[in-house]
């Protein structure tokens, strides 16, 4: 448009609105505040009048069709409650009260919905993409449940852009044994759907997921091939050696570490085998002592020599850990536990945690132990190191602390897993359970549920804070069954206070536990909702 065209006789549009910034006191020149305003009103039509019309924006490509089955109308509902109510935590101030917390039935509702195989509906998109956006834990199942219409809006919104770097259950999916569809959406295929697209491969067949890797191994990124080699993973078996020792030369530190630990995870391997070797070069049965006088000496390595550190001993230590004691721990946790009965005099695991060892390594290799243990999921060698649940933590040969007692739980089935914690509980209480709690299966066992409710019951009746207490009430309302609900009424009432108990207890656990039982009627409301 042109300066002329821009003008009239009190002056230009820049002019124009600088006076009515500045006020037509302040800039007399513009004349009466009437005249500024006909002026402004004669300017805004020429400057619309005058601008050409933009090209229409390309239309989004339509949404992909989605063939899982639509939620009943009561669990829809549900839904966009939940979603709704999603920020009230945010806002509680504190103390949460009576009433159940929404926020944290989200996960427990999505979980449900997907062993259902429902999809999302429509309207709550939108919503279930801001959850997912406000919350990282939320965002695997939150994804899987939007499906490939989710993938498609993501597409349309910068701020939901995380939905298409990573999550599963994202993309539309060809059937794994579609060769050609497989091949076509690994080669151009975002980096979420790939990540989804290999899962679903190695799932079906192991073999062809591992060849599929290999053909865009070299051109992948260091922290994709991360992430794609941790996939192998899943039906990890000898087949994969050799792709796994050529991934022991790459260039990725991170890489090259996630190789050998896979390559550990298999007894078998060479990798395992020169592991063993150097680890039975350190650690050895000595004789020495008075009367049957067994124990375990040990001679950590002198050096981490350029072999080791090409099946993956990381060289430096960390800060405060010494440089002996680092390496040797790594060597321990890679050599395969079944050769140690060979090593130490034919005696069982459990025989060889008992024996003292010498110099104070008794420690540092109890813990490589551990880790072992759970990095090749041996259940003889976790009972081993785990002891008796009435054995105070790190108080029994090879148990160190609550959170190596937690990995190994989970290399139990999930029935045993559950009798050791309910033990634990009986013995020590609920102030050292949390971790352990977090690793048994949902919901808990009768067993477990009743080992958790006395505990807490004793606790109240001790006279302290629920708060004292609130992870594990947290777990209560998530974990235990809503069968449970009717057996919990009597807690709900507010007890007698007793003489030298803290004032108000009574009333704050009448509250909780009002609160847990409101929250497991809820639960098994949104399992019925959802035809479960």
């Known amino acids: 448009m042109s300066a002329a065209a821009t003008r009239t006789g009190g002056g230009s549009w820049e002019e124009l609105v600088t006076a009515a910034l500045l006020g037509t006191e302040r800039r007399p020149a513009a004349g009466e505040p009437a005249a500024l305003l006909d002026e402004a009103a004669l300017h805004t039509v020429r400057r619309r009048a005058g601008l050409l019309p933009a090209p229409a924006p390309v239309r989004p490509e339509k949404a992909p069709e989605d063939g899982r089955p639509e939620l009943p109308e009561a669990a829809r509902r549900r839904l966009g409650q939940l979603l709704a109510d999603r920020s009230a935590a945010a806002h509680s101030g504190g103390r949460?009260?009576?009433?159940?917390?929404?926020?944290?039935?989200?996960?427990?509702?999505?979980?449900?919905?997907?062993?259902?195989?429902?999809?999302?509906?429509?309207?709550?998109?939108?919503?279930?993409?801001?959850?997912?956006?406000?919350?990282?834990?939320?965002?695997?199942?939150?994804?899987?449940?939007?499906?490939?219409?989710?993938?498609?809006?993501?597409?349309?919104?910068?701020?939901?852009?995380?939905?298409?770097?990573?999550?599963?259950?994202?993309?539309?999916?060809?059937?794994?044994?579609?060769?050609?569809?497989?091949?076509?959406?690994?080669?151009?295929?975002?980096?979420?759907?790939?990540?989804?697209?290999?899962?679903?491969?190695?799932?079906?067949?192991?073999?062809?997921?591992?060849?599929l890797l290999a053909t865009t191994w070299a051109a992948e990124r260091a922290e994709d091939r991360l992430m794609f080699l941790d996939s192998l993973r899943t039906g990890l078996g000898g087949e994969d050696e050799p792709f796994l020792e050529r991934a022991l030369a790459d260039r990725s530190r991170n890489v090259r570490a996630t190789a050998a630990?896979?390559?550990?995870?298999?007894?078998?391997?060479?990798?395992?085998?020169?592991?063993?070797?150097?680890?039975?070069?350190?650690?050895?049965?000595?004789?020495?002592?008075?009367?049957?006088?067994?124990?375990?000496?040990?001679?950590?390595?002198?050096?981490?020599?350029?072999?080791?550190?090409?099946?993956?001993?990381?060289?430096?230590?960390?800060?405060?850990?010494g440089e002996r004691s680092w390496w040797l721990g790594q060597l321990v946790e890679a050599a395969p536990l079944g050769g140690w009965a060979g090593r130490l005099g034919g005696r069982s695991a459990r025989e060889i945690v008992a024996l003292p060892v010498a110099d104070d390594w008794g420690d540092e290799l109890h813990a490589a132990w551990c880790r072992a243990a759970v990095r090749q999921g041996d259940a003889e060698w976790a009972r081993a190191l785990l002891g008796t649940p009435s054995a105070p933590p790190g108080g029994n040969a090879g148990t160190v602390s609550l959170a190596e007692r937690a990995k190994l739980l989970s290399t139990l089935p999930e029935g045993e897993r559950a009798e050791w914690v309910a033990a634990f509980i009986a013995a020590h209480g609920l102030s050292e359970a949390f971790q352990l709690l977090g690793v048994c299966l949902v919901p808990w066992s009768a067993g477990l549920g009743r080992a958790v409710v006395d505990a807490l019951?004793?606790?109240?009746?001790?006279?302290?804070?629920?708060?004292?207490?609130?992870?594990?009430?947290?777990?209560?309302?998530?974990?235990?069954?809503?069968?449970?609900?009717?057996?919990?009424?009597?807690?709900?009432?507010?007890?007698?206070?007793?003489?030298?108990?803290?004032?108000?207890?009574?009333?704050?656990?009448?509250?909780?536990?009002?609160?847990?039982?409101?929250?497991?009627?809820?639960?098994?409301?949104?399992?019925?909702?959802?035809?479960?």
């Open 96 to 211: 949460r009260g009576a009433a159940p917390d929404l926020a944290e039935l989200l996960p427990q509702w999505l979980s449900a919905a997907a062993e259902r195989g429902f999809k999302a509906p429509p309207s709550l998109l939108p919503a279930l993409l801001d959850a997912a956006r406000a919350r990282t834990d939320l965002r695997p199942q939150a994804l899987a449940f939007a499906g490939p219409r989710g993938t498609w809006l993501a597409r349309l919104n910068p701020e939901w852009r995380f939905a298409l770097r990573g999550g599963s259950g994202s993309a539309v999916l060809p059937e794994a044994s579609d060769t050609e569809a497989v091949r076509r959406l690994w080669e151009e295929g975002l980096f979420a759907e790939r990540v989804a697209l290999l899962a679903a491969v190695r799932a079906y067949e192991p073999g062809a997921a591992r060849e």
């Open 261 to 321: 630990e896979l390559l550990s995870a298999l007894p078998a391997s060479a990798l395992a085998g020169r592991m063993a070797a150097r680890a039975a070069s350190c650690v050895a049965l000595d004789r020495s002592g008075d009367g049957d006088g067994a124990r375990i000496a040990v001679e950590a390595p002198h050096e981490c020599d350029a072999g080791m550190q090409r099946d993956g001993v990381a060289p430096k230590p960390p800060t405060g850990r």
């Open 457 to 532: 019951e004793i606790a109240r009746d001790a006279g302290s804070y629920p708060w004292s207490f609130s992870g594990v009430m947290g777990l209560a309302e998530r974990c235990l069954s809503p069968s449970e609900a009717g057996r919990l009424d009597a807690l709900t009432a507010v007890p007698v206070e007793e003489e030298g108990a803290s004032p108000g207890a009574g009333g704050y656990w009448a509250e909780a536990f009002q609160r847990l039982v409101g929250t497991l009627r809820l639960r098994g409301a949104m399992r019925a909702e959802l035809g479960g």
